[in-house]
T-cell receptor
């Protein structure tokens, strides 16, 4: 069965510092991978996605992620964070059990950017 | 462009009362539709998904139900709410490559 593990439930960081949010997945087949951001009391917003091709994917708000097949990882990075990046981030993998387009989500990582 | 709406935005209901949450999508046809719940301190739980009108699949047993009376309308219902039904309910529609696009959510508090 497929699963997604976000290794850190909370990540505190100072403004303008770099950040990496870790995501590992397990799957016996090829997958699509996604990162979402959720600001308080809002829905989830798609940050970026990996479907195929280049393993380095660039998304909105200056975020990028690198797909590493051998390590089954899809870590999210940003070289310099802002206060406004404070939010919860979810990693997700495509559920290939059927054709319904379902996603399997990690439990989320709360990023807290401090001045 | 596609837009997804949810209402109401917030709702406070007593235990045992009925529930109806509505989700509508604009700008796309025959989308896959999803209902999720986020409870405090927990991740996203998929409740229902639908691949077409009248086609509903349930992921977890509970006292909730879903219906899809029109192509771009998805409704979440309950006949009698429980305290454990409190949470943040999110509707989403599916794109062509498994990505999902979420609505703004409904905050439900059962008292």
């Amino acid at each position: 069965a497929q699963s997604v593990t976000q290794l850190d439930s909370q990540v505190p960081v100072f403004e303008e510092a770099p950040v990496e949010l870790r995501c590992n997945y397990s799957s016996s087949v090829s997958v699509y991978l996604f990162w979402y951001v959720q600001y308080p009391n809002q829905g989830l917003q798609l940050l970026l996605k990996y479907l195929s091709g280049s393993t380095l994917v660039k998304g909105i708000n200056g975020f990028e992620a690198e797909f590493n097949k051998s390590q089954t990882s899809f870590h999210l990075r940003k070289p310099s964070v802002h206060i406004s990046d404070t939010a919860e981030y979810f990693c997700a993998v495509s559920d290939l059990r059927g054709s319904q387009g379902n996603l399997i989500f990690g439990k989320g990582t709360k990023l807290s950017v401090k001045p | 462009s596609q837009t997804i709406h949810q209402w109401p935005a917030t709702l406070v209901q007593p235990v045992g009362s009925p529930l109806s949450l509505e989700c509508t999508v604009e700008g796309t046809s025959n989308p896959n539709l999803y209902w999720y719940r986020q409870a405090a301190g927990r991740g996203l739980q998929l409740l229902f998904y639908s691949v077409g009108i009248g086609q509903i699949s349930s992921e977890v047993p509970q006292n909730l139900s879903a219906s899809r009376p029109q192509d771009r309308q998805f409704i979440l219902s309950s006949k009698k709410l429980l305290l454990s039904d409190s949470g943040f309910y999110l509707c989403a529609w599916g794109g062509v490559a498994y990505e999902q696009y979420f609505g703004p959510g409904t905050r439900l508090t059962v008292t």
